[in-house]
């Protein structure tokens, strides 16, 4: 299985189908079905010192990862869904207002017809809450079969029995080689449906390669195809999404300066609540106090004794993922154009895909530069001002505000 130890958005399997890489070579792995091309060494490997003429998955996830950051800086929201925490920002008050000099009473206007409500400082808030992983099946097998019989089991299928609820959806579902749930370690590229309540899940099998193979493997000893014990025999199945349920979970944190004189506290006390989204393309959300009920399984206003100074906000924000939880086609290819060019080295690819490598590791001729070219944030290769032509024409001008 590809995987870095760098968090991307856009998955590596998803990078690697829009180059066209082989996913058996882009995984690190050969076999008599699918051997190594004799023209080039086209696997992929985990670090750059087990190839140093080619780019490796922790080189490709940097320049993934800093595509996006750029990306997002720019246009003020992420490619895809991501998750933010510990965002303080002040408690807002209200301008004095109302009849007469020196009055220093609410604005009557403001506190009748709207609450407080703070900006996010990403936009297109999804929702309120943290990452939430529960576990439907720690040890759920593998099954592996050939199934265009050309002697390589190509496919890897698991089921989970009986787990389904009626609010799930296709993207919540996580599996993970052993019960380390770091973001990094998930296995993604993979087709998931419901089969009434159970869950179906569908992946090219050299994405369950033992990942600890992929550590020791090089140029000259890739990992074999061939060799069944080679792949992982059960894995981590988890239910992954945006929760705010419970304390633990909750979406806002109001923030209290200590009041008792007698003691000086480093922390600041407070309670919990829930981010309402008032204007969600904006983030901007109400701030509501509450105290979570173990009955009703929701959240009950409680008004607050006092006005807090600051809060602490936890969500999910940006570009929705499709049903499978992949980024967006088109702003995949944005990403995918603009992260090949940051990349210093060949990114692996056969036939005429690797010709979109070269080319957008390429730069536009500066006899040929126009305005719109010379404009791009991210330099005047291809790949670059492709990435910048994807976005403007999709943002149009939305673009450039991230502070808005």
């Keep these: 299985m590809a995987k870095a130890s760098t968090p991307t958005l856009l998955s590596l399997e998803q990078y690697a189908e829009i180059l066209g890489c082989d996913p058996r070579h882009f995984n690190g792995v050969v ?45 003020g929201f992420w490619p895809a869904p991501q998750y933010f925490e510990d965002e303080v920002t002040e408690f807002p008050r209200f301008n004095p207002g109302g009849i007469g000099a020196g009055s220093f009473s609410f604005n009557t206007i403001n506190t009748l017809y709207r609450k407080p409500t703070v900006h996010c400082a990403w936009k297109k808030f999804i929702k309120g809450g943290k990452r939430r992983l529960d576990l439907l099946d720690d040890s759920a097998t593998i099954v592996y079969s050939d199934e ?75 990992i074999d195809g061939d060799e069944a014990s080679n792949f992982l025999s059960e894995v981590y199945v988890y239910r992954e999404y945006c929760s705010n349920e419970t304390n633990t979970y909750a979406s806002v944190e109001f923030l209290y300066q ?41 959240w009950d206003y409680a008004a607050p004794a006092l006005i807090p100074n600051l809060v602490k906000m936890h969500y999910q924000a940006g570009i929705n993922s499709d049903a499978q939880g992949r980024m967006q086609p088109t702003l995949a290819r944005a990403v995918a154009a603009l992260a090949t060019a940051l990349i210093t080295k060949p990114v692996i690819s056969q036939g005429p895909p690797d010709n979109l490598q070269e080319r957008w590791q390429g730069y536009i001729d500066s006899k040929k530069t126009q305005y719109s070219v010379a404009t791009c944030p991210w330099g005047m290769s291809v790949g670059a001002y492709e990435a910048f032509s994807i976005v ?13």
């Design 31 to 75: 076999c008599d079905a699918f051997p190594v091309e004799n023209t080039v060494t086209d696997v992929v490997f985990k670090y750059s010192w087990q190839d140093v003429s080619h780019a490796s998955h922790e080189e490709i996830a940097l320049g993934i990862a800093q595509a996006e950051q750029r990306i997002a800086d720019f246009i």
């Design 392 to 404: 403007r024409d999709m943002f149009g001008e939305g673009i450039g505000t991230a502070s808005l």
């Design 148 to 222: 265009d019989s050309d002697g390589f089991d190509e496919t890897a299928t698991i089921t989970v029995t009986g787990v389904v609820g009626t609010d799930w959806l296709l993207k919540e579902i996580a599996v993970y080689p052993t019960d380390d749930t770091t973001v990094t370690e998930r296995i993604r590229g993979l087709r998931i449906y419901f089969s009434g309540s159970d869950v179906i899940i569908v992946g090219q099998s050299v994405l369950f390669v033992d990942p600890i193979l992929m550590e020791y493997a090089k140029e000259s000893n890739a």
């Design 258 to 298: 200590n009041t008792d004189s007698s003691t000086v506290l480093p922390s600041f006390s407070m309670n919990y609540g829930v981010l309402q989204p008032y204007n969600k393309e904006r983030s901007i959300v109400t701030l509501f106090p509450g105290t979570w009920n173990t009955t009703t399984l929701q």
